[in-house]
């Protein structure tokens, strides 16, 4: 359908906005006058930042620059325009006695958000505005949905991230926002490379889900007619590189997890996950400790921070408390002392959490306590030590008390920032851990581990002692930019669809 035709349309005329439709009509306009209104390569040299930045070396110099006009200004011969790229703005002049007025006259009629390049000479005005006055102008895109004008204001955030490419475009606090992102990831790559780390990829879609407590999404493979899994974790096939004889490897991917959405969690999310072999749960402690303060020192240019109005030091070493203790000291409520899983129940009823069910073990009980009374209130950062063995079945028991385990979690303004292990490499003990997860399963918890015999044939191999340390990118990304949800620093979070 032609610009014509498409305008001629009663349905359509009713659907467009007034602004709408008189861009469509400056774009046949454009067409008819024989413009390329959707041009092809541009030669950009150069962008704002290196113009203002280096002003005294680009002073009378011809650049060739291209952006999104953002602004525009002025009238008869001679006006003013704000062009927006990727490093900031920067002034352009344009006039008649330059342009022609073919070009003058294409000037004049640009509307706001209309994508161009400009060619020509950089100056100071009398206002000391460094400008780019225009010898050749060029339409690269026209725009035919207006710039909103209120976006900033928007209370409908929603909208704000079903259209992040309007978000980028109007607001530059939400570009720097995943600039730093993808400096953060940059930094912990740099940071574990140094550390003689290997990168890899294990699978996104794999036949058995495991690695964590979690629902994946099924999909269906047509040519081999099997059921598969988006992946819940990478933990067992990087293990499996340990097996090989891999000592150091890490992968920073996409991990899927048909869960609830919240500002804390999307069920699409990126994590880091690495494993060193010959260490424990005390090493991971300290490459915690050795990732999250010193990306923040090279992004941030400290480790001091501030988070929802809160300061958080990043300077190790940090807290460390054992969750029986960090229990009873929260909740006056001591494990140590409830010898079965009837007494932790009764206890903890006692307190009036009804999140803690009949049927739940001691294990699960202490952990469902520790969520409620205890991790709300873990501001600075804290690894809270030795988890009871029902909630962590990939993780070696601890020698002198087989109800535990050598694992630890993360916490920083009250939320679990990363997971780790001293790894179980006890194929026996692993295959009994994996039989009970099955039977919770059949029980109907859909979030227990399934059994993964490969897995287990890879252990009966030998595989050497090991830590493993597991951080969600999305919430230290978070923490590191100040972002109140995890929605602000996804670029395109899942959302539901409009009706």
Same mark, same amino acid.
């Given at each position: 359908?032609? &610009?014509?035709?498409?305008?001629?349309?009663?349905?359509?005329?009713?659907?467009?906005?007034?602004?709408?439709?008189?861009?469509?009509?400056?774009?046949?306009?454009?067409?008819?006058?024989?413009?390329?209104?959707?041009?092809? #390569?541009?030669?950009?040299?150069?962008?704002?930042?290196?113009?203002?930045?280096?002003?005294?070396?680009?002073?009378? =110099?011809?650049?060739?620059?291209? +952006?999104?006009? @953002?602004?525009?200004?002025?009238?008869?011969?001679?006006?003013?325009?704000?062009? =927006?790229?990727?490093?900031?703005?920067?002034?352009? $002049?344009?006039?008649?006695?330059?342009?022609?007025?073919?070009?003058?006259?294409?000037?004049?009629?640009?509307?706001?958000?209309?994508?161009?390049?400009?060619?020509?000479?950089?100056?100071?005005?009398?206002?000391?505005?460094?400008?780019?006055?225009? =010898?050749?102008?060029?339409?690269?895109?026209?725009?035919?949905?207006?710039?909103?004008?209120?976006?900033? +204001?928007?209370?409908?955030?929603?909208?704000? $991230?079903?259209?992040?490419?309007?978000?980028?475009?109007?607001?530059?606090?939400?570009?720097?926002?995943?600039?730093?992102?993808?400096? &953060?990831?940059?930094?912990?790559?740099?940071?574990?490379?140094?550390?003689?780390?290997?990168?890899?990829?294990?699978?996104?879609?794999?036949?058995?889900?495991?690695?964590?407590?979690?629902?994946?999404?099924?999909?269906?493979?047509?040519?081999?007619?099997?059921?598969?899994?988006?992946?819940?974790?990478?933990?067992?096939?990087?293990?499996?590189?340990?097996?090989?004889?891999?000592?150091?490897?890490?992968?920073?991917?996409?991990?899927?997890?048909?869960?609830?959405?919240?500002?804390?969690?999307?069920?699409?999310?990126?994590?880091?996950?690495?494993?060193?072999?010959?260490?424990? $749960?005390?090493? @991971?402690?300290?490459?915690?400790?050795?990732?999250?303060?010193?990306?923040?020192?090279?992004?941030?240019?400290?480790?001091?921070?501030?988070?929802?109005?809160?300061?958080?030091?990043?300077?190790?070493?940090?807290?460390?408390?054992?969750?029986?203790?960090?229990?009873?000291?929260?909740?006056?409520?001591?494990?140590?002392?409830? #010898?079965?899983?009837?007494?932790?129940? #009764?206890?903890?009823? +006692?307190?009036?959490? /009804?999140?803690?069910?009949?049927?739940?073990?001691?294990?699960?009980?202490?952990?469902?306590?520790?969520?409620?009374?205890?991790?709300? #209130?873990?501001?600075?950062?804290?690894?809270?030590?030795?988890?009871?063995?029902?909630?962590?079945?990939?993780?070696?028991?601890?020698?002198?008390?087989?109800?535990?385990?050598?694992?630890?979690?993360?916490?920083?303004?009250?939320?679990?920032?990363?997971?780790?292990?001293?790894?179980?490499?006890?194929?026996?003990?692993?295959?009994?851990?994996?039989?009970?997860?099955?039977? =919770?399963?059949?029980? /109907?918890?859909?979030?227990?581990?399934?059994?993964?015999?490969? $897995?287990?044939?890879?252990?009966?191999?030998?595989?050497?002692?090991?830590?493993?340390?597991?951080?969600? &990118?999305?919430?230290?990304?978070?923490?590191?930019?100040?972002?109140?949800?995890?929605?602000?620093? &996804?670029?395109?979070?899942?959302?539901?669809?409009?009706?």
């Amino acid at each position: 359908m032609s &610009i014509e035709e498409e305008l001629s349309s009663a349905e359509n005329l009713n659907e467009l906005s007034e602004l709408m439709r008189v861009r469509r009509e400056k774009l046949q306009e454009l067409i008819d006058k024989g413009y390329h209104p959707y041009g092809d #390569k541009y030669d950009r040299l150069h962008c704002s930042a290196e113009i203002i930045n280096n002003f005294e070396q680009y002073e009378g =110099q011809e650049v060739s620059v291209a +952006g999104r006009l @953002m602004a525009k200004r002025g009238h008869g011969k001679a006006g003013f325009a704000n062009l =927006q790229d990727t490093a900031g703005s920067i002034q352009v $002049y344009g006039r008649l006695n330059n342009l022609g007025s073919e070009d003058y006259e294409l000037f004049q009629k640009l509307d706001i958000g209309d994508i161009i390049g400009v060619k020509g000479k950089v100056f100071r005005t009398q206002k000391g505005e460094i400008t780019v006055e225009i =010898q050749v102008l060029t339409l690269l895109s026209k725009s035919l949905r207006p710039l909103p004008e209120k976006w900033h +204001g928007l209370r409908d955030v929603e909208l704000r $991230y079903r259209q992040r490419y309007v978000d980028l475009i109007v607001n530059p606090e939400v570009k720097n926002q995943f600039v730093a992102r993808s400096q &953060i990831v940059r930094c912990i790559r740099n940071l574990l490379d140094e550390k003689g780390f290997l990168e890899v990829e294990t699978p996104m879609m794999q036949s058995i889900a495991g690695g964590a407590a979690a629902r994946p999404f099924i999909t269906h493979h047509n040519a081999l007619d099997m059921e598969l899994y988006l992946r819940i974790a990478p933990e067992l096939y990087l293990k499996r590189l340990l097996v090989g004889g891999f000592d150091k490897v890490y992968e920073i991917n996409r991990n899927f997890r048909n869960e609830g959405i919240s500002t804390k969690h999307n069920p699409e999310f990126t994590m880091l996950e690495l494993y060193q072999a010959y260490a424990d $749960y005390y090493d @991971m402690m300290e490459m915690a400790e050795y990732l999250v303060y010193n990306t923040s020192l090279r992004v941030n240019g400290t480790p001091v921070i501030s988070y929802q109005e809160q300061e958080i030091n990043l300077v190790p070493p940090w807290n460390r408390m054992p969750m029986l203790e960090a229990v009873k000291k929260y909740s006056g409520l001591d494990f140590s002392m409830l #010898k079965s899983d009837q007494e932790a129940v #009764k206890a903890a009823q +006692g307190l009036g959490l /009804g999140v803690v069910q009949p049927s739940d073990t001691w294990g699960e009980v202490l952990n469902k306590v520790f969520e409620e009374m205890v991790e709300p #209130k873990l501001i600075q950062p804290t690894f809270i030590i030795d988890y009871p063995v029902e909630i962590s079945p990939l993780a070696k028991k601890k020698d002198d008390d087989a109800s535990l385990t050598y694992r630890f979690e993360l916490f920083i303004y009250g939320r679990e920032m990363a997971n780790a292990f001293s790894e179980l490499n006890d194929p026996i003990d692993q295959k009994a851990r994996f039989q009970k997860q099955v039977e =919770q399963r059949r029980s /109907g918890d859909d979030e227990a581990h399934m059994m993964d015999e490969d $897995y287990i044939q890879a252990l009966e191999y030998g595989m050497p002692p090991a830590g493993g340390l597991g951080i969600g &990118i999305d919430r230290l990304v978070m923490l590191l930019t100040n972002a109140a949800s995890i929605r602000d620093i &996804i670029l395109f979070p899942l959302l539901k669809p409009r009706e």
